[in-house]
């Protein structure tokens, strides 16, 4: 093929000539979300082009994603992730529309996620927490404040909704959910975890949970964040010891620590439980050292770092989050645009770019030889 079939097919010669801008550098991180629904920062000047968005998709996002699936320290990758989600660009509407593409990107069924529901939940011997820091009044909170959910855990399997995990086998990460995993276990270490749980690897399931989330609260939104208190963790470096937690839950004794609960720590129906079941002796003083006694087994179990909970995906509407319901369609349908391409005519304008890029390089050298 001779330059003028070469030019033919790049598109060289129905244009002026002049030099190839190169792709903007991407934008600075912005900070983490701090609050859920969070004006984002304003949008490039008319927002993107459909062919833009897929660019910057390709650039900033599916690069991410793919390099995570091997990664071992989970923060890293979902805070860069995060950033760009909440970046001008990332929360452009037709970038988080195109979010939404997967099953339209040429390869319908390349990015189809797996869900399922094992049966009688995961053993809390094989479920892992991903997230750093598991605070000790979400933890505590519910169970210790509403009879029923006490029964459900000392009963063997947690009541809470399934929680969110990846993996397979003798091994499951958290996505979403730590605080019902650890609300059951402060109360019985052995308890069953119902989930929901999705066959990726941990960091990449990740990152996809927060691109799930990005493109089912649309355009301007940033996305939706939670905190925990600080100096309250029951896991990781920063542990409460046993006797912190035993001080700071009889503190709590009467009072609403868990707002979902909207009951008293330690009201009467739960101890009528307690003292039915023999949990810590049959006492509130007891079932609270019982209570340290998990706690300080979980710290030992867990005692490395994590991502920090700002950065976590959350499948709570009532912070601005989707319900994992709301979703689950698109994990299994391959509606997540996560992978290339990110629309069928991108690898081909790639190569006609590059074919672009060396033919130019080739009549320059050839001017230059005259």
């Given at each position: ?17 002049e ?12 900070p ?41 320290n ?9 950033a760009?989600?909440?970046s ?10 195109m ?6 990107d ?21 479920l ?51 605080h ?12 069953n ?6 066959n ?20 301007g ?9 600080q100096?309250?963790?029951i ?23 868990d ?24 006492t ?37 989050g ?12 391959g ?36």
């Amino acid at each position: 093929m001779n330059e003028a079939e070469l030019g033919a097919i790049s598109g060289i010669g129905d244009e002026p000539e002049e030099e190839e801008k190169e792709q903007a550098a991407p934008a600075a991180e912005a900070p983490l979300a701090a609050a859920p629904a969070e004006e984002a920062p304003a949008a490039p000047s008319g927002g993107m082009s459909e062919q833009e968005a897929a660019q910057w998709i390709a650039g900033h996002i599916t690069n991410l994603i793919a390099a995570s699936a091997t990664a071992e320290n989970f923060e890293e990758p979902l805070a860069a992730l995060v950033a760009q989600l909440n970046s001008a660009e990332g929360t452009d509407p037709t970038v988080r529309a195109m979010l939404h593409a997967g099953d339209n990107d040429g390869e319908p069924t390349d990015e189809v996620i797996s869900v399922s529901m094992p049966e009688g939940g995961i053993p809390s011997s094989k479920l892992f927490p991903t997230q750093g820091v598991i605070d000790l009044y979400k933890s505590a909170g519910f169970n210790g404040s509403v009879a029923g959910g006490l029964r459900a855990a000392l009963g063997g399997t947690s009541g809470a909704p399934p929680v969110l995990a990846c993996g397979s086998g003798d091994k499951f990460y958290i996505v979403d959910g730590h605080h019902r995993w650890s609300g059951a276990l402060v109360y019985n270490t052995n308890a069953n975890i119902p989930a929901n749980v999705i066959n990726m690897p941990p960091a990449q399931a990740l990152l996809v949970s927060q691109l799930a989330i990005a493109q089912e609260i649309g355009g301007g939104k940033k996305l939706p964040s939670a905190g925990t208190t600080q100096g309250a963790s029951i896991i990781g470096p920063g542990a409460l010891g046993k006797d912190a937690v035993v001080a700071a839950l009889t503190k709590s004794i009467g009072k609403v620590i868990d707002k979902n609960a909207k009951q008293p720590f330690m009201n009467p129906e739960v101890q009528a439980a307690i003292k039915e079941l023999n949990f810590g002796g049959g006492t509130v003083e007891g079932a609270i050292n019982q209570i340290a006694e998990n706690c300080a087994a979980l710290a030992e179990r867990f005692p490395g770092e994590g991502p920090d909970r700002t950065i976590m995906p959350q499948f709570d509407p009532k912070i601005g989050g989707p319900d994992f319901s709301d979703v689950e369609a698109e994990f299994a349908g391959g509606e997540l645009n996560y992978k290339d391409p990110v629309i069928p005519q991108l690898r081909e304008q790639k190569l006609r770019q590059l074919i672009r890029r060396v033919l130019k390089e080739s009549l320059k050298k050839a001017k230059r030889s005259k």
